[in-house]
Structures are given as structure tokens and as C-alpha cells.
């Protein structure tokens, strides 16, 4: 039997809807929160709010605009362009701190909420580089909550080690494939669905796509 309450941690992009129905298959009771960083596109709220409201999951929105003026990137500022890091570098839609914060916060509403599970869907096995999307981060984080807050928080992320072929596999296996594919929002043009096909955002969704609709993973 299912049991224990779990918070998401939600973007309304692929990844972290896929999370939200895994969370929804694992535990009895499941709410969201999406973090407002004057995202270059409302439309990733409002796609959060949509697909929250669909599900019937309860959503909370954070104002977290402070981010944006701790570190203006691509992903908040229209003046600054996206692309891919070279030579090692990150690339311009990093933001520095950004999971760190967002985790933190995320505990806190956890612990006010009663959640013991935190889901989040960060995956070292994004090519970025990330490093607070990095599995010893998020495990030393789980500690630093669980002392800070007094909690014995479980923070799980189930896309960790996959690729995006296999995240879509695992939202094809969660019954969810076409939901995430119609409903979610993981383009930085801000267009839902497939996107706009040449962002790198849009590039790497539709690899994985397709490489999962060949049957390669
Ligand atoms: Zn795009």
C-alpha cells in the first residue's frame, strides 16, 4: 500500500513531469512546488499551474526573483543569449546556486507541509555539468536538511542516471508518455509540446525522443 507524502519539485519541462508521476505512483498523498525566478517565459508557470491543476495535485508557487539578481543568465535575461558551454565551460543557462537554493527552500515547504519525501528530477547524466545537479551534492544536501530542519527527509531523484531516451521510456512506463509529450514545456523559446526544435533545450529532448521511439533504450 502506498503511503508517506511526497513534495516535487516541478518545472513543468519533461523531466520534472515525469517525476511528479512517478511521486504520484509511490505515495499516498503528493504536492508540488515551482519556483519563480522571472523565467524568461511565464509560459513554464503557467504550464506548471496547468498540469498541477490537471492532476489534481496541490501547487505551490515560491517568488525566488532574488536569483535572478544574485545571477542574471540566460534563462532570466532575453539580453543575454543561450547556448551550449565550450571548451568545458558551462554554458549560459547555468545559474549559479540555482539547485541549492531551490532544494533549500524545497525543505522547508517540505517540512511545513508534512512531506517526508522530496522529489526532484536532476540528472548527472546531463551532459551540463551542473554541479549542484551532481548525486554526492544532492545526498550531502539530504543530510544538511534532514540537521538543519530537524527531519528525516528522503529526498529521491529518479532520473539521476538516465538519459533523456530513458526518461522517456520511464514516462512511457508510468502510463504518462503522450501527457509529457503534449502538456510539458522544456523549450528555451518558451514553446510548449515539441518547442522549437533548434534550442539546445529542444535538441535534446527530441535525441532522446527519438532514439526512445527506435527502441534504443
Ligand atoms: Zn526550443
Redesign the pocket.
Known sequence: MKKDKALVVFSGGQDSTTCLFWAIKEFAEVEAVTFDYNQRHKTEIECAKEITKELGIKHHILDMSLLNQLAPNALTRTDIEVKDGEDGELPSTFVPGRNLLFMSFAGVLGSQVHAKHIVTGVCETDFSGYPDCRDVFIKSLNVTLNLSLDQNFVIHTPLMWLNKAETWKLADELGAFDFVKERTL??????IAD?????????L?KNGLDEFLKGAV
Not at 186 to 191: E, M, P, R, V
Open positions: 522544456t523549450c528555451y523559446n518558451g514553446i518547442g522549437c526544435g533548434v534550442c539546445p533545450a529542444c535538441k529532448r
